[in-house]
Nanobody
Framework: QVQFVESGGGLVQPGGSLRLSCAVS????????MGWDRQAPGHERELVAL???????EYADSVKGRFTISRDNAKNTVYPQMNSLKSEDTAVYYC???????????WGQGTQVTVSS
């Protein structure tokens, strides 16, 4: 069993900021990638950002320059800092990991982010 504790979601005005947090615990062998996906109503789930063990990162084009992802390996925690939020960032955000030791992905339950005035 792998447990996710996701926090930091909520309602924010356009132009505002949020910092999500996701702590992972349980039957983990070796986390290689930590990241976040999101899914808005009527849209497919899409990658937001990810960070690998070597600290290399990837971002969706729509969030480049606004979002920054970081991780604390000692705590198995990943943090996306989301700035200059737009209404189109409204979605359920899902934390995910790739456990290289088990050769599989895991996803958290999701946290709602709503950007609205």
């Amino acid at each position: 069993q792998v447990q996710f504790v996701e926090s930091g979601g909520g309602l924010v005005q356009p132009g505002g900021s949020l910092r999500l947090s996701c702590a992972v615990s349980g039957s983990i062998r070796s986390i290689y990638v930590m990241g976040w996906d999101r899914q808005a109503p009527g849209h497919e789930r899409e990658l937001v950002a990810l960070i690998r063990n070597g600290e290399t990162t990837e971002y969706a084009d729509s969030v480049k320059g606004r979002f920054t992802i970081s991780r604390d390996n000692a705590k198995n925690t990943v943090y996306p800092q989301m700035n200059s939020l737009k209404s189109e960032d409204t979605a359920v955000y899902y934390c995910n990991i790739y456990d290289a030791g088990q050769g599989r992905y895991y996803w958290g339950q999701g946290t709602q982010v709503t950007v609205s005035s």
